[in-house]
């Protein structure tokens, strides 16, 4: 039977929330990836070292697995002093810009996205080393948002020539041409924007569990991420930006925006690099290249796939909460062995 | 108070279901408008004059109201009879055509829009003078399908510049500017198109009630068509297609597409042309347009708005049947007068 190894995978970009839905999440993300970018949009968010050690501890006690690593992140704001963030760093790995009001509990986020409003959090981020992450969007139109931003990107590249930027979740050809324009510009792309366009979320009958933000695109941008992804462009990383969401609040009416992909992550990785004959590559996109641009040396982690039939589950559920994963009741090609 | 006086309103497309939901939605419309094009796409849709005599009857009942004329409309088949139209043609305003599969209940649709396949039947409608309403979006991205449908109308018009063709809801810049290019094609646009954008139905939380096929478009797309109507550009015409469907199916996961509009056009339609100081305009965008277009001869039927506020029930039901409209619960700065 045709198996594949991924080694140490690394999720760049995800969210654990917090309490019961932290207990039910954490361990589907620790039990097959050796690390994780996790994203401190708590309500309220984390911007002190007492609320991140303690996310830190209560990450650490759900997912009671000593082969993953929790890399948190400081939640953005443009009044960090320098003695701050140079206590803070090693318990950092990088800090998360989100502008206000543009996703799930991002109310407190940046309310100018100027770079004279930014400089006195990124110029201290500049000299000690911290990457910034950034949830790069407009308040514009909903197929344009991530467009109208990379202007704002190319100004703090620009403006801090040292500073490592990471586009997070990126939807656009756009924001893939962008990528080789400046050095200290990267990325991650989830899995979801490599398989899914607008189409999917509203060209049929409307599928709140694929609806997310940034939205998905047209087709020509999936064609751009999927492309890089499977070359494993190396200032591309994998951040599922896995999010979940009750599901009686993604089903209701005024559906929240988020798409829950961690336990099925590896499998339909792996089934699309090998559907696309760039087996090879996978282990780059998944875990090398963010190696690289992050310093990480993760725990060695092999996790064996076969190639062999995996129904999804209908619904993850830990006490009063339940997340229904994408693909749910679908059936993917590739299984994790036990 | 100000007042605003609606002559023998025209809503040139709209879907009355049929048993309880049509007994719920038809009076909803009969009680302020004159008269309507009712579509013809049924299970199974409507294709002999039997069943086009019996849901008139089934409407007629559901009504109750002599100041209202249903028109109904025929169900575009590719191999109907010069015979069969001739003797159906004085119990039809149009024939609608709908792409196979390309909204609720057009299964049975056209699988080729070339103009060769639709030939037989389009020429006999020609020399009979029956007008053809087009459901014109192709199967592409579903932000391009109406653009995309574009070559597809000046085909048809090129082909049969004798035909009367209807471009029906159409929702984008490109359908407005092919208006002006043939002198045989018209359209009809609907309140919600003057009113959303993607924005409303994707851009914040997911909003299933907003949901519709086309899809709503572009904000340069809602500012042409708000522009050709206001100024009741004479060759566009109200068609609210107004769609009910139940509450649990636009509320639940994979929701139906379709707006409720009938029980408050009239009203946001005042609200509308008011606030743009276009009022002088609305009886011609709302009735005369489609009474020169269609050579229809309405009963007089006045109704009077007043400035007083208005809030929208939050669902309309009758025995098993219910409808959530649009605006629901919201207010509405124009009343109707009892």
Known sequence: MQSFVINSALDMHLHLRDEDMLKLVAPLTSNTFSGALIMPNLVPPITTKEALLSYKERIKE?????????????????????EFLNDIKNDIIAIKLYPAGITTNSDTGVASMDVENLRPTLESMSKL??????????NGFVMDREAEFMPIYESIAKAFPD?????????????????????????????????ITLDDVAGGMLNPHLFCKPIAKRPRDKRALLKAALKAHPKLMFGSDS?????????????????FTS???????TQLFEEHNCLDNLNSFISLNAQKIYNLSPKTKMIKLIKKDF???????????????????EKLSWSLVD
Not at 62 to 82: C, G, I, R, V, W
Not at 129 to 138: A, D, M, N, W
Not at 263 to 269: K, N
């Open 129 to 138: 080393g911290i990457p910034l992450c950034i949830h790069g969007e407009t």
């Open 163 to 195: 500073l490592k930027i990471i586009m997070e979740h990126i939807t656009t050809k756009d924001a893939i041409e962008l990528l080789d324009k400046y050095d200290n510009l990267h990325a991650t792309v989830t899995l979801h924007h490599l398989l």
């Open 263 to 269: 336990p099925i992550a590896l499998q339909v990785l």
């Open 311 to 329: 129904v999804v589950p209908e619904i993850y559920e830990y006490n009063n909460e339940n997340v229904v994963p994408m693909y749910a009741g």
């Open 243 to 259: 999010a979940p969401h009750p599901k009686h609040k993604k089903e209701a009416c005024g559906c929240a925006a988020g798409v």
């Open 62 to 82: 759900a997912t009671k697995e000593d082969l993953f690593d929790a890399h948190l992140t400081l939640f953005f704001q443009n009044n960090y002093s320098y």
